[in-house]
């Protein structure tokens, strides 16, 4: 190999081993192809469980970047031609050497239209396209096999895009290194997964995800699809929000309907771990229903239905300016339409790092008022207890 070329070579393979180091959670594999005469000889690296496996000629060993692109560099100069394909989500690299140079060709995804399908929610243009999240939305039930909306889904499909629409611009304008974001009381985690592929896929973000969840079962289930999309950076952990401590830098708390006090317990997370952002769709509202009171009111509540309509604006209304008492900005929108479910309400919160004693005392007030204590109140009273295990604890 000329000078020239070998110079070109490394430049190239620089990026490769730069790409392996950063973005090691979009990494699919490397495919090398090595030429001689008629023969042709085949390698591979793929990622490993700590760091990579490189195989060759039917030998596998653990390989580090610089392994990887430095192997790439010896062989090549033994064949006449040699290959390195480099995949990452979304995006395919290819460096080819031979007699007339070194070549390097890239080649990210094409985008295509938008299936007929799409343009039910008023033909808005989709974060989470189906053309380019087909693995993603497969494997959380959205999709059929043959990639077409599923008709049961498709409320599903748009209350899951429209949520992410919503909670997009605070991720677009974070400067943070990686977003950790934390799901709480994550369920299914579908939410998880989509805003996963959102800030790794579409954003091109570092990223790491938690969810927790009381129930073994769905950790379990949760850690299985993880597994199974090749999402690395995704860990789900069983736990009881009232006793979980959050790790330290914890960028964004997000929550989808976590029934009653669930919803709570994902707001007293977020309020410990001083959480940049907060974005929660409460669900049910129970706990707050045998203790309100509305005095000189007491007519309007004689119908059980209407005590528990005041009941849920109450709980949701408390919840918004608790948070603005403990240092959020926050705001609160429809985030679907109520005829698909009256359960939609989102509450967006940014942290601004200056409680608000003005909304302090207005919130005692109003509870002292209505005669109520709730969980998000216990939480809040612990923020600055250390006796939780922390990440650092278990290191």
């Not at 690296?45 to 392994?67: C, E, I």
């Not at 239905?305 to 959020?328: H, I």
């Not at 608000?356 to 216990?378: F, I, P, Q």
Request: one cysteine or more; charged letters at 25%; hydrophobic letters at 35%.
């Amino acid at each position: 190999m000329k000078k020239g070329d070998q110079n070109k070579l490394n430049l190239f393979l620089a990026g490769i081993q730069a790409r392996l180091e950063q973005n090691q959670d979009y990494f699919t594999d490397i495919q090398y192809t090595f030429r001689a005469g008629k023969k042709t000889f085949a390698g591979s690296l793929v990622p490993a469980q700590t760091g990579y496996r490189l195989t060759f000629q039917g030998v596998a060993r653990p390989a580090s970047a610089a392994d990887a692109t430095a192997f790439f560099a010896r062989e090549a100069g033994n064949y006449e031609e040699a290959t390195l394909q480099y995949r990452e989500r979304g995006a395919q690299l290819t460096i080819q050497c031979n007699a007339r140079g070194v070549q390097l060709k890239q080649s990210e995804r094409p985008a295509q239209a938008a299936p007929a399908s799409e343009q039910l929610a008023g033909g808005r243009e989709y974060l989470i396209r189906v053309d380019q999240a087909g693995e993603l939305l497969r494997e959380i039930g959205v999709l059929t096999a043959e990639g077409k909306l599923k008709n049961d889904k498709i409320r599903k499909y748009n209350q899951i895009d429209h949520y992410v629409e919503l909670v997009a611009p605070m991720f677009q304008k974070d400067d943070s290194k990686e977003i950790l974001l934390l799901d709480c009381a994550c369920g299914k985690s579908y939410l998880s997964f989509v805003m996963n592929y959102y800030l790794r896929d579409v954003l091109r973000r570092r990223c790491r995800v938690i969810g927790i969840d009381i129930n073994p079962h769905v950790v379990q289930e949760s850690r299985k699809m993880a597994e199974r999309l090749g999402y690395h950076n995704m860990e789900f952990i069983q736990a009881d929000l009232r006793a979980y401590q959050p790790p330290k830098g914890v960028t964004a708390v997000i929550s989808l309907h976590a029934c009653d006090t669930a919803t709570d317990l994902a707001l007293g997370v977020a309020v410990r771990a001083r959480a940049k952002y907060i974005a929660c769709v409460p669900c049910c509202h129970k706990e707050l229903l045998d203790q309100y009171q509305l005095p000189g009111l007491e007519p309007l509540l004689r119908f059980g239905v209407f005590k528990a309509r005041f009941n849920d604006v109450l709980t949701d209304s408390m919840r918004a300016l608790k948070l603005e008492a403990e240092g959020y900005q926050v705001s609160v929108v429809e985030y679907i339409s109520p005829l698909d479910t009256p359960k939609n309400l989102l509450i967006r919160a940014v942290y601004t790092g200056q409680p608000d004693e003005k909304a302090r005392e207005a919130y005692e007030s109003v509870r002292r008022t209505v005669g109520t204590e709730s969980e998000l109140d216990r939480q809040c009273r612990m923020k600055n207890d250390q006796f939780f295990i922390t990440d650092d604890d278990l290191m």
